[in-house]
């Protein structure tokens, strides 16, 4: 069977047999986030450095995904380390195969091997598969969850503790589960963030994982930063574990309540998922709220996709199921007003020390720019009045009946846009009509053209043909 080799700096298709190419090293790392890999390797590296240091190698569990990949990783790699460390995200179930695998192999050449769930919750069933001791699969399992620079050189002291012995290392130093970021700046205050605004600018809070600065790929955030400062905004970074997350939610009310220019213009939110639940409505139907909210101000979903640029091109559907589920679908339950996507995984660094690409979020500058825009241009919306405000609400019209005029599957969405109106209405919108009901909008709609071939329908809105070509050479070729 032929077999390709994994290219450095390229992004590799785990759907495919693959050989890494890795020389054995003492300790063998297998994670499923890139994140953890590029924060170990920067540790590998600072170690490294400073003294002798057991040689660690580094891999993605997706792309070792084929069992035939594996099977040569296990032979070529995994056979002739010292010890292996694993996290698994999924449980037993994600990664069956492979953990028998490495149990195996380590059992055969007498390596350690410490398997540990992929996130802070513990899993009983992975116990098994290790042959370490509780406490040391505790105490190394305590770094990886708390991150940071200092817990990941701390992981790698332990592990050569364990392979050679010496002194005991420190335990985990806690890293906060949320805090405020900016460039340059270690564990900044929210007086040090006003130290870099324009007094006088609207705010713009950026939500995003903890996991980016953990592993210091925060150049998306920075680029983002960059772009809403030369579009006069105040950009608020914010890092937080889970919207989910008390500590989190505790933390941005607080930034909320600081304000003193009263709630942000327009908050952009980098995280996936969604807070509320499908049916988390109240009692009278109203959506339930979520933390951001709270702020009083539109939230944009931005997308950091889990793909790169040239994957996300040539796919139809651009963004990958995964994206579209965790950044689009499930956001959209919270009410969120989704954008696109502003940066690529990107494996354009090869890491000699530990012999893995990095994979890394590379922020694209025109789509970055495009963000910013909207931002900036939500913020001027929210300063309008709502009397002011032009707001077009667009129905199906499908052709050549108008029976499918504002059809919607399963949804009676004649008597929801009415329902719409009215909400604006109350909210102070210029609405200028109201409907007694669904068929009234729909009468009305039908009084007008429409795509069926009717003729004598009233026309109500018109627009020179010197207008219309004049705003057909605004748009984008």
């Not at 495919?16 to 890999?37: K, N, Y």
């Not at 980016?212 to 400062?229: D, K, N, P, W, Y």
């Not at 931005?302 to 796919?315: C, F, G, K, P």
């Not at 660094?349 to 910013?372: G, I, K, M, W």
Request: net charge negative; proline share 6%.
């Amino acid at each position: 069977m032929h077999l390709l080799l994994a290219q450095k700096g390229a992004l590799t298709d785990a759907d495919e047999a693959i050989e890494l190419g890795q020389s054995p090293g003492d300790i063998v790392f297998l994670s499923a986030d890139d994140t953890e890999i590029d924060a170990l390797s920067a540790a590998q590296r600072d170690v490294a450095g400073k003294g002798a240091a057991p040689s660690l190698r580094c891999a993605n569990l997706p792309v070792l995904g084929h069992n035939m990949s594996f099977d040569l990783y296990a032979r070529s790699t995994v056979a002739k380390a010292r010890l292996v460390v694993v996290r698994v995200l999924g449980g037993v179930s994600y990664w069956a195969y492979g953990l028998e695998s490495l149990q195996a192999a380590c059992a055969q050449n007498g390596a350690m091997l410490i398997v540990l769930p992929g996130d802070d919750k513990p899993d009983p069933s992975l116990d098994a598969f290790s042959n370490v001791l509780a406490h040391d699969r505790t105490q190394l399992w305590d770094y990886f969850n708390q991150g940071g620079p200092t817990n990941m050189r701390r992981a790698l002291q332990f592990c050569a503790t364990l392979l050679d012995g010496g002194p005991d290392v420190p335990l985990a130093a806690p890293f906060l589960k949320a805090g405020i970021w900016w460039p340059g700046l270690d564990a900044p205050s929210f007086e040090d963030i006003l130290a870099q605004w324009d007094s006088a600018a609207p705010i713009v809070p950026m939500v995003f994982y903890r996991a980016l600065v953990q592993s210091g790929g925060t150049a998306v955030i920075e680029a983002l930063i960059t772009s809403l400062r030369a579009r006069g905004l105040n950009p608020l970074p914010v890092f937080v574990s889970s919207l989910k997350d008390a500590f989190s939610q505790d933390l941005l009310r607080s930034l909320f309540s600081k304000m003193k220019q009263g709630r942000p213009a327009v908050t952009i939110n980098l995280t996936g998922f969604a807070v509320c639940a499908p049916n988390a409505g109240t009692s009278n139907g109203a959506a339930a709220s979520t933390v951001l909210d709270e702020a009083g101000a539109p939230v944009l979903q931005a997308v950091l996709a889990s793909s790169d640029r040239e994957t996300w091109q040539d796919n139809l559907r651009g963004l990958t199921a995964r994206d579209l589920a965790m950044n689009v679908a499930l956001p959209e339950v919270d009410g969120r007003v989704i954008t696109h996507a502003i940066a690529f995984k990107s494996a354009a660094t090869f890491d000699e020390t530990v012999e893995c690409n990095l994979v890394l979020h590379a922020p694209d500058p025109d789509r970055v720019s495009a963000l910013a825009d909207l931002a900036a241009g939500y913020g001027c919306l929210v300063a309008t009045p709502a009397s002011q405000r032009q707001v077009a609400i667009i129905l199906a019209n499908y052709p050549n009946r108008d029976g499918r005029l504002g059809n919607g599957v399963g949804l009676d969405t004649p008597q929801g846009t009415v329902e719409v109106l009215n909400a604006m209405a109350v909210n102070g919108y210029n609405t200028e009509h109201t409907f007694e009901d669904g068929n009234a909008l729909i009468d009305h709609l039908m009084e007008g053209p429409t795509n069926a071939a009717v003729d004598g329908r009233v026309i109500r809105d018109v627009i020179s043909l010197k207008d219309y070509k004049r705003f057909f050479e605004t748009l984008p070729v």
